[in-house]
């Protein structure tokens, strides 16, 4: 996008601009660079637009979890579904929320605000993905045993992409070690799931 392109774009358009560029820098750099003057200077923006529109570095990082969090929920949400309907096995699913974890930056940008005393950043990732359960459950929120499942793959796939690579050589495991352990509660939880309906 053109310096001329960015200009003449609306705050809206601008803000979408500059979260899709946070992440960006997050995939490619890490959660260290993603800085108001680093998103700034990649869509042709002062630190000044950046601070109108996000406030702050800690406002830019509540925003860009809250983004990066939705977006990846969607995706999740459309894969749950073709699970479902037998077109994914669960190892796919499994992959998709660990990748996003790991090499969509998902898990070094959690622990970079967490590390940075940014906890309250974290609450729409966290909304986020009670929204997507709520959805996908058979029971809507009452839905307990999908809360504990999604509860554990998460926890599993920020680990993984935290110390998974380290902890699986000194232990003698595969790298893909932990998403065969998710994947395998996963098809678990499928395999009830199915006898259920069939029931």
């Known amino acids: 996008m053109t310096r001329a392109a960015v200009a003449a774009l609306t705050p809206e358009a601008s803000r979408l ?10 995939i490619e750099a890490g959660p260290q660079a993603v800085t108001l003057k680093a998103v700034a200077g990649r869509i042709g923006r002062t630190h000044a637009n950046l601070l109108h529109h996000f406030g702050s570095a800690s406002g830019l990082q509540r925003e860009l979890a809250a983004f990066h969090a939705q977006a990846i929920c969607t995706q999740i949400g459309e894969q749950i579904h073709k699970l479902k309907g037998g077109y994914i096995g669960p190892r796919d699913l499994v992959d998709l929320i660990f990748e996003h974890f790991d090499r969509g930056g998902a898990g070094a940008l959690a622990a970079w605000m967490l590390l940075s005393g940014n906890e309250d950043a974290l609450h729409p990732v966290v909304e986020a993905i009670h929204g997507l359960v709520d959805e996908v459950g058979e029971g809507g929120h009452d839905d307990r045993n999908l809360h504990k ?5 998460v926890l599993l796939a920020l680990g993984d992409s935290l110390l998974g690579g380290p902890l699986a050589g000194s232990l003698g495991l595969d790298r893909d070690a ?3 352990i998710a994947a395998t509660r996963l098809a678990q939880s499928f395999t009830q799931w199915q006898e259920m309906q069939g029931a």
């Not at 499942?149 to 793959?153: A, S």
Request: charged content about 35%; cysteine-free.
């Open 17 to 26: 601009a500059a979260l899709e560029a946070a992440r960006d820098l997050l």
């Open 149 to 153: 499942l999604t509860m554990e793959l």
């Open 178 to 180: 932990a998403r065969e």
